[in-house]
Every structure is written in C-alpha cells, then in structure tokens.
C-alpha cells in the first residue's frame, strides 16, 4: 500500500473514531489519542501491528479458537465507546463467543451487548432481545418499539422539578453509547451511557453451567442531573409472542400463578408488577388485598424450553414485572425491575390519610443486583421444572438440607390462645383461653385420639393476653405464671410434644420494655411514626424499631430457654415483613431490615435449638425450619389463568409448612383438599375454655375454638392426610398437574401419587376413580 492511500484510510478512520471519545476529554488529550488511535487502526488496517501491541488474550480462558470465523476481538477503540446502532434487532454476524461451559455457550454483540446462550445438547437458544422469527410480525409502534429491542430501560424524574413526571427511557431511544465493553473469563462486562439523560451503568453478564447471570454494580452508577427511579436489565429475554406457542409466564403471586400466553382479543394493558418481599410501608403502602411476593422468582415457558430467573443478591430492592402478549408488544416477556427511587406518600395528616406525593431522594444501593436464569431441559420446563430448579438453588447455593421426619406420622400443629382482652366499662376486661393446666389436658386428649406427632404453639400467654404487645414476660400468673408454663413444657416434653411459644416483638402498646413511641417508634421518610391496625377492631398500634426489637428479642432468649421452650415462633412481621425506619436513633434501611431478621432468626434458632414463622419470606429459609400458615392463594387478577403450588413445590421435604388453621376455613372441604393437593400438614386454633369466652376479643375473635368440639373431626382429617402425606415427609414434589378441570394430581419421588377431585362429580380415568370432593393416593416405591 502507498503511503498516500494510508494517510487517506488514516484521514477516513480517525474521522469515524471521533464519536468515541469522551466530549470532556481536553483538546491536547484529545488531539494525542486521536493520533495514537489512528496510528493503531491504520496499522492494523495494513495488516500490520505496532511493536509493542499484543494479541487479544482468549476469552474464559481458551476460548479464543472458539471465535466465530472472520470475527476479531475488540479493538481498543471499541472498548472505549461505541455509539449505539440505529435501533433494531443485532445483526446476527456481530455475535462472538463469549464464555462457554459444559452444556452452554454464550455470544455477545459488541455495540449492544446483546447476548444470546446455546445450550449445546438440544440446540436451544435464548436471547437478551426479541425473537427475529417473530419481530416482523410484531404491531407495536414508536417509543415502545425501540423499548423492546433496547438491552437497558430505565425511569428517572427530574427531581429539581417539583411538577416533574416519571418518565421512560431506553438505551437505543436514548441514542446511547456502549462504554469499556470488555470480554471477562466467564462472560463481558460494559457500561451502558444514555448519551441524552446522562445515566451511565455498568453492568456484567456471567455464564455458569446452567445459567447465565445479570449484574448491575450500583458503586459505578452515574446519574447527573436527573434521578434514576428504576432499570430494566435485557428485559426481552426470553421472551416469546403467543402465536403457535404452549406457554405461559410464572408469576410468583401468592403460592404462584401462571399467565399462559394466548391471544390478547380485549386490549387489556394489565401488566404484574409486585415488590419482591411486599411493599415498602416506610414510603407508602395502597391498601390492596394482595399476596406478597415471598420468593424472588419467575420463569418463562416456550414449548419445549424454559427457564426460571431467581434474584440471588438485591431483590429487596426490586420488582417482578411482567407483560402478557398485548399489553407492552406482541411477546410476553418477564423481568426483575430494579428499584432506586420509589414514590413517597407525604402525609400531612396526623393519620396520614391527607397529603401528596413525591419521590425519596436518597438512591438505594446494593452491593450488587442480580438475576439468575436457570435454563431447563428441552421437554422437562413446566412450572414443576422450575420449582424443582429453584429448590435445587436453595440446597446449593444457601445451604437447606432434605428434613429428617420426627415420625411416620405427619405432625399435628395446635396453636393455644392462652387469653386476650375486650374492651370494658372503664378498663379492659381480661378473657382466659387456655391456662398451661388445661394446655397439659388438651395435649392428652388429643394424642388419646392418635395425634401423637403433636406440637403446640402457644399463643397469648403474656400479660394481657393476645391484644398486649410489648413486655412479653413474664408469662401471666393468671394462665399459670412462669412456674405453670415451666411444669407445662416439662409434661408436653415428657410425652414427646414440643411446645413453641408464639412471639411479636413489632409492635408496642404497653409501653412496657421501656418503650417510647417518639423515641423507639419505627417512622417513616417524612418521620412521623408508623402505625398498625388491627383490622378486627381499628386499633391502631405503634409499630417498633427494627433494631431495638432485635435488642429486646435476643435479651429474652435466656428467659425462653429457663422457661424450656422447645422454640419461638415469630408472627407478624419478623422474616415476613420488610420495612425501612427513618427513625434518627435506629435507622434502617430495607436491606438492614433483611440482615437483622436473619440474624435474629439464627441467633434464636441457636439457643433455643428450633424457629419457626408465620408465611416467611425466601430470605428466612435457612434459618427456619417450619412455615406456619404458609399462603395458598393468589390476587385473583383478571390475566392470571391458573393458581400453582410452586412454594410448596420447591419447599416440599426441606421444612415443613402448614395452610392456614382448618377450623377457620371458609370453604371447609376445599380447602381440606388444597392443602393435601399442595402437602401441606394440619394446623388447628384451639381454646381449653368454651369458644364463647373469648367472644369480643380484640384480636382472637374466632369462630369456634373450643377443642372439645373439633377433637373428632381433626382426628379422622389427621388419619386421612396421614395416608396421603405421612410416607413422603422428606420427599421431594416431582410433578404436578391438571388432569381435568377441577382434578389436580400431585407426584412425589419414588412415584407416591395424590389426586385431588376437587367436583360434585366422580373422575374416572380407566380404572382409576376419585370420588366427588375427595381423593386418592396410589403408593410408589422406595423415594429415589
């Protein structure tokens, strides 16, 4: 080549390079890297290379032979800063090898940082960007189209503008650059630049040996002017438009629900989007009778493929959001929305019932915010398939072991109200429930009736009963004292019961434990103390702050163990509700809220020797070894098709749950058969005294409690779900499905069968046959 032609290809490149550098760089720098950049691409443009210059390390070590044909690494110029391309699908010729492991590989594009993985057993691929197939089908038009195909949204506020709106902008609508992309030994790591807004984030994509991982690394965040309120990371991934497909997207409303994809013939818009964990009530909480997300999971199933995304590290700061074919585009996508600013109700009420809204200023940070993508062999990716590789998840990656059955029989949970109070004349009046004599009589009774894999929680015990929070010892000298809840636990242990004592430590209207509302008080970002209703009586109480009930709780350990509780089980809050307090003395934020539960969790569970909680979030689960009144439901929202066991799926043989008490059932014999449809054990709310004493109750108000009435009749549901559930304590759940409408069937390993007919009509497969409302159970072998 002359040197005429290659000072006009140098003129030509180092006019294109302009673009990538940065327009703060000062002009001498600017003018030396231009030279230097120009020398590099000219050289290399010769096919030449300058002395000192070295080639591309092979990425995810040895990797580099594994390249696709005619494609080069990355220049130094393209890892600097890349424009973003006109908005459209990645040119699949961009694509290069990444990182690969045994069974996947993992392509990039890298002026998008688009991937897409290649399980090399069966062929199937899954993509951070819309289907190609399917994309020019596809009907939705302007900004939400450059959306879809971006690899990043993000919503923001400009928070010097008091009337300013959340607004939503993509990378590519954004005309956004690619910052330091660079390959890494398991996968590459970038910064997407929103060249308009000013956001930068940096973001890394990792691929194990069955999953590949999205990380957003909120320490290098810029932001400028504006105010990042949330991101959408590859929110398309995945994701597949309904036509011609079997599939549906897993929400984890409830114990979990699916949405099937199918076509949108209304125009209903209705997307999910819930809190990981609940909502944050610290900022403002809609009084909606909605299920909390309790696990930080969701998955995608497309015919024969699938996959499960688990959040493993900042989910308490995130969303699952999720849109159905027709509401944001032709596909149906899922995907964690990650929360940085979130809308704040200012009250200016005492009550809080009056005020406006704003935006909290302060950003929340995590260490790191990461979704999982399990990917799930061809033929085997149902929402089974998913539970299945969740649990898998919780034995691996956080410790749960399979659970050692006390007995053959499944246990029998009876929670004792030991007393509560109404309100009276001039003062409240005190309603005994059940003295620590009658606790001893009632545990006799029961195992006379074959419940002998008994264990109590007791409930109520404290001063005051039930409705007295704060100051929980001693126990009430007028239920038996110390002393009478001491022979209690030393008699129930002798015939093999445990016995639990139930504990709130959240909330305080006794003043007791030297508590002061304006000083102990949880309180919210405006700080005006929070407030809990009873929504029985409308009594509100003040709730605590986080990190002086973890003091207290751990103080009384001692106490609990002098008095030979077997345990504690924590209700109403601790390892089930996530709050932030704003309190100057005690401040906490969501994620401190997290590590205290936890930590409060093992400690007890450390000097008692067992913890239990009421429908506990994924974050107790290795410190918990039993769920009590685990949800089975879900919100009833019109887009969801079908409820799913998927909790009970993934928990099944790792701790033991329960649905909610049998006697306070709405629909007895449904969900009598939900719960042996889903292996929940049986839970009852009993009373040693008539149900009537405690009639008026503040917070016990209960129907019937009075065990002499249900002894029977919990007897013979015990002998039936002991048929059904008592030889697969420790096994897990390995299939479930709909045999026909109303009919569920339920396998366990080693092929221990259960079928629920949930109709006023016999089902009849063959030979087999379920009688109306009832159902059977076909025995396997040995648990595999």
């Known amino acids: 080549m002359t040197i005429k032609k290659l000072k006009e290809r140098l003129v030509k490149r180092l006019a294109l390079q302009r673009s990538l550098l940065s327009l703060n760089t000062p002009a001498k720098g600017r003018t030396v890297l231009l030279l230097g950049l120009g ?17 591309a390390a092979a990425p995810g070590g040895g990797l580099g032979n594994a390249r696709a044909e005619g494609t080069a690494a990355p220049t130094v110029a393209a890892v600097r800063s890349t424009p973003a391309p006109k908005p459209g699908l990645p040119e699949e010729g961009r694509f290069q090898p990444a990182a690969e492991s045994a ?13 897409k993985v290649e399980q090399k057993a069966g062929g199937q691929v899954w993509r951070s960007y819309p289907n190609p197939a399917a994309w020019p089908a596809e009907t939705i038009g302007g900004t939400w189209k450059n959306n879809l195909l971006s690899p990043i949204m993000a919503e923001y506020i400009d928070a010097a503008n008091s009337k300013s709106q959340a607004k939503l902008i ?89 949405i099937r994809f199918k076509p949108n013939l209304t125009g209903d818009k209705s997307v999910y989007r819930e809190n990981v964990y609940g909502p944050d009530d610290a900022f403002f909480t809609e009084n909606l009778a909605r299920d909390p997300v309790r696990l930080p999971v969701f998955g995608l199933k497309s015919g024969q493929q699938g996959f499960v995304g688990v959040l493993t590290s900042g989910e308490e700061y995130a969303k699952v959001f999720a849109a159905p074919s027709g509401a944001l585009g032709s596909s149906n996508w899922i995907t964690p929305e990650w929360q940085y600013r979130i809308k704040f109700f200012q009250g200016t009420s005492r009550r809080g019932n009056t005020g406006f809204f704003t935006y909290s200023k302060e950003r929340f940070t995590a ?97 005051g009963g039930y409705s007295s929070s704060g100051g929980l010892l001693p126990v009430d000298s007028r239920l038996g004292g110390n002393e009478g809840m001491k022979r209690f636990i030393t008699e129930a242990r002798s015939l093999d019961v445990p016995v639990f004592l139930t504990a709130d430590y959240t909330i305080n209207n006794n003043g007791k434990d030297g508590f002061w509302p304006v000083f102990h008080g949880r309180r919210n970002l405006a700080g005006t103390v929070i407030e809990w209703e009873n929504r029985e009586n409308y009594e509100r109480t003040t709730q605590v702050s986080p990190k002086f009930y973890a003091k207290l709780a751990e103080e009384d350990l001692p106490e609990y163990r002098e008095l030979g509780a077997s345990g504690l089980l924590f209700v109403n809050g601790i390892g089930q509700v996530l709050g ?44 918990v070894q039993h769920i009590h009144r685990l949800t089975d439901r879900h919100s009833f929202d019109l887009f969801v098709d079908e409820p799913v066991p998927f909790i009970q799926i993934a928990l099944h043989g790792l701790v033991t749950y329960t649905a909610d008490w049998a006697n306070q059932r709405t629909d007895y014999r449904a969900d009598y ?34 065990y002499r009435v249900w002894i029977g009749q919990a007897a013979e549901e015990y002998s039936r779900i002991n048929e059904a559930l008592g030889g697969v304590q420790d096994r897990f759940i390995t299939a479930h499905r709909t045999l026909a409408p109303g009919v569920k069937k339920t396998v366990y390993e080693g092929g221990h069968t259960v079928i629920v007919n949930y109709n006023e009509t016999p089902y009849t497969d063959g030979s087999l046959q379920v009688p109306p409302r009832d159902f059977i159970v076909t025995k396997g072998g040995e648990a595999g």
Not at 103 to 115: E, N, S
Not at 378 to 390: F, L, P, T, V
Not at 439 to 453: E, F, I, P
């Open 39 to 55: 020398l590099a691409l000219g050289l290399s443009g010769c096919g030449l290379r300058p002395p000192d210059a070295r080639p």
């Open 103 to 115: 069974g996947l590989k993992l392509w990039v594009d890298p002026l998008t940082a688009h991937f």
């Open 580 to 623: 932030s307090d704003f309190n100057s003395g005690y401040p906490a934020t969501r994620g401190d809220v997290l590590q205290i539960h936890k930590d409060l969790l093992s400690r007890t569970r450390g000097e008692l020797g067992a913890v239990a909680a009421e429908n506990t979030n994924a974050y107790a689960l290795g410190q």
């Open 367 to 463: 260490t790191a915010r990461t979704a999982r993508y399990y990917f799930l062999e061809a033929g085997h990716s149902d929402y089974a398939d998913m539970a299945a590789r969740y649990r898998r998840h919780l034995t691996e990656e956080q410790g749960l072991k399979k659970l050692v059955p006390k007995s053959s029989h499944v246990p029998f949970y009876a929670d004792l109200i030991g007393a509560d109070s109404k309100k009276g004349l001039l003062s409240d009046q005190y309603l005994k429930g059940t003295t620590t004599d009658e606790a001893l009589q009632l545990v006799r009774d029961l195992r006379s009736k074959g419940l002998d894999n008994l264990i109590i929680h007791y409930t109520g015990w404290q001063e």
């Open 673 to 706: 058969l939900r719960s042996v449809e889903y292996g929940a054990y049986p839970a009852y709310v009993f009373t040693g005294s008539p149900s009537e004493a405690l009639k008026g109750a503040y917070s016990q108000n209960r129907f019937s409690t009075d």
């Open 170 to 258: 993509s990378w590519l609508e954004d005309k956004g650059a690619l910052e330091g992309f660079q390959l890494t030994k398991d996968g590459f790591q970038a910064a997407f630049r929103f060249t308009g807004t000013g956001f930068r984030i940096p973001v890394e994509v990792k691929l194990g040996a069955d999953y590949v991982e999205t990380t957003i690394r909120d320490e290098g965040i810029e932001e400028g002017e504006l105010s990042l309120l949330n991101l959408k990371l590859y929110p398309l991934f995945g994701a597949e438009p309904s036509a011609g497909q079997d599939g549906y997207l897993l929400i984890p409303d409830g114990s979990g629900a699916l």
